[in-house]
């Protein structure tokens, strides 16, 4: 079964038609890579699948499980979206990390405002249960001392595994570009996403920092990691794609392996697009 399945994603901005009908689907461990120019819908559709933009109409499902289906779904709760968010992880171009938070907290940050959420749900269930006073205040004790004890643990970790581990501490404004990314996808992998997902991870970087990140995405490729990857690097594409998809004008129109799409592309448009960055 694909873990992840697109069936005719639709999303416009007005009068815009930005995605024009998506389908693909994708199995675990695969890596995904979407390229296409500017404005073809790439960072829409990634939006889309991290519920930060919701789709007019289609449906994504993810290892079986629908998670958004047609127009019906539109108006869920914030809650709603939220636990749905939980299957995929983004990490953005321009890093969006707090600048007010060390490394560590910007990485636990978002599995402690859930971890609370999870909290309350289990003190109400205790109180239903008519445990009361000091016994309460003790479970409620315990309860968070686990559960924080549990995220800083794979905070360490994840920071550990992109080799910052050593920059607990730090400010994101005394880190480089690229360890600034570093802390950023470590804080995506906190999270235990069933799909990770890049918007262009090096295009905020100097050329000096492209191949740190670089890097580490193509380990994580290597660990099986199932990813869907916007980027311009035409040669890390080929290098860590099992498949590459060519978006144009809101519409997947082509799809390959990437020593076919690369070698023998078929599409006019591919053709185009790859004659002017491959020889840009």
């Known amino acids: 079964m694909a873990i992840l399945e697109v069936k005719n994603l639709k999303k416009s901005f007005g009068a815009q038609e930005v995605l024009k009908g998506i389908n693909f689907e994708m ?12 404005g073809s819908g790439k960072t829409t559709l990634l939006r889309c699948l991290n519920f930060l933009e919701t789709a ?3 449906q ?6 629908t998670l958004f289906d047609g127009a019906s779904d539109k108006n869920e709760k914030y809650n709603d979206l939220r636990k749905k968010r939980l299957h995929f992880g983004l990490v953005f171009q321009q890093f969006n990390l707090f600048p007010h938070m060390n490394v560590l907290k910007n990485v636990k940050i978002s599995a402690e405002l859930l971890a609370k959420d999870k909290i309350k749900q289990q003190i109400k269930e205790l109180k239903q249960q008519k445990v009361r006073g000091k016994a309460l205040s003790l479970q409620k004790k315990q309860l968070k001392e686990a559960e924080f004890a549990a995220i800083d643990a794979r905070a360490k970790e994840t920071l550990s ?16 570009g690229g360890q600034q990314q570093r802390v950023a996808i470590a804080r995506a992998l906190a999270l235990s996403p069933d799909i990770l997902c890049f918007d262009e991870p090096t295009s905020a970087l100097d050329p000096e920092m492209v191949g740190e990140v670089l890097d580490l995405i193509k380990e994580l490729a290597e660990e099986g990691m199932t990813m869907v990857i916007v980027t311009h690097e ?7 794609g099992t498949r590459i ?13 990437p020593k076919d799409f ?16 491959l020889n840009a």
Do not use: W
């Open 245 to 257: 998809l060519f978006m144009s004008e809101g519409k997947i129109t082509e799809e390959n392996n």
């Open 234 to 240: 035409m040669g890390f594409a080929k290098e860590v």
């Open 161 to 176: 595994k992109v080799g910052l581990l050593d920059r607990c501490a730090a400010y994101p404004c005394e880190l480089s």
């Open 262 to 277: 690369f070698e023998h592309p078929q599409n006019d448009r591919t053709k185009e697009f790859l004659r002017k960055v």
């Open 56 to 58: 007019d109409d289609g």
């Open 27 to 38: 199995d675990k461990g695969e890596v995904v890579v979407i390229i296409g120019s500017s």
């Open 60 to 65: 994504i499902i993810v290892d079986g499980e």
